[in-house]
């Protein structure tokens, strides 16, 4: 009978990784209805699916992860069996290995099989974090596609992909109520939206134009997020020779659109994702401190700052007068 794991074994040593590695013989029996999905954060960030058939872990890599419309498809390698004891692994596997990076089990469960043939896998998905119903079909070799059959879950909705970013008016004064505003530094950089999905980063100027490949120092921040999706509102700014992304705005969360919700509910949901890097950060934002935010501002050579209604919905494409862009002033 084959050894459904010499190729497994084959591609690891025991004497450098953590990995479990069991020797040849007789493999265990189950009710084939264990699964795990593990987030790889290796050369590439992906999810690796595992379903327990026959005594091993039938396993394919997920780049964008499991989607979560049925409108939309994502491709799913097909790799080597994997032993059951992989389905409680986490830790490092060492750099130079097979498949060298960070390891953490994203979700596990039970699921059942309504099919299971050598180019399609129909099955039913029971974990904490994904529920529902999935097929996986082969187009070529070891490349297949997994659909979700299910509608989307928790009312999930994809974000726009024609966004163009709310723009401030610019007022000589102070505005009569600047206490229902969040002061920020007018940062005088590139406006630039960041979708991020499946660990992958999309960046779009402020005329909606694709401008990823001009900031490849930035695909970083999307792994940050793993599986989660959002659209950030910031710009690109240099601070001493090196480019810095600045975000400032949240306007689309894991499925479901913050467009309408006030800027302060936004800023929270921002800051609540700590969006913190070598090259990416989260603007400071003072509710109500114009005259110290302003006489900051100036003392640090920046062209102004930008007042932001607290209560104020995000109107994409619009000049509004819910943001109000005032002048540097002179200090001393």
Known sequence: MA?????YRAKRDATRTSEPIPDEGP????????FVIQEHHARSLHWDLRLERGGVLVSWAIPKGLPPDPATNHLAVH????????????GEIPKGEYGGGTMTIWDRGHYATEKWSDREVKIVLSGS????????????GR??????????????EPPSASLVPMTPVTRARVPRDPEAYAWEFWWGGARALAYVEGGRLTLRDA????????HRWLRPLAESFGSRAVVLDGEVV?????????????LYDDGRSLL??????????LEDLAVNGPRWQTAPSWPGEVDAVRRTAAEQGLPGVVGKRLDSAYAPGEESAAWVRLPGKATG
């Not at 059951?84 to 692994?89: I, L, P």
């Not at 490349?143 to 999930?156: A, E, V």
């Not at 309408?260 to 949901?269: A, I, L, S």
């Open 3 to 7: 050894d459904k794991l010499e190729t």
């Open 143 to 156: 490349n297949w596609m997994i659909h979700r059959m299910d509608p989307p879950s928790r009312q999930w």
């Open 207 to 214: 005329g909606g134009a694709d401008v990823t490949g001009e």
């Open 79 to 90: 790799t080597e069996d994997h032993p059951m004891e992989y389905a409680r692994f986490e």
């Open 238 to 250: 240099t601070f001493a020779g090196t480019a810095v992304y600045v975000a400032y705005d949240l």
């Open 260 to 269: 309408d919700e006030p800027f302060e509910r936004r800023r929270t949901g």
């Open 27 to 34: 493999l265990p029996r189950g009710e084939d209805d264990t």
């Open 129 to 140: 974090r994904v529920a529902g119903r999935y097929v996986l079909f082969q187009t070529r």
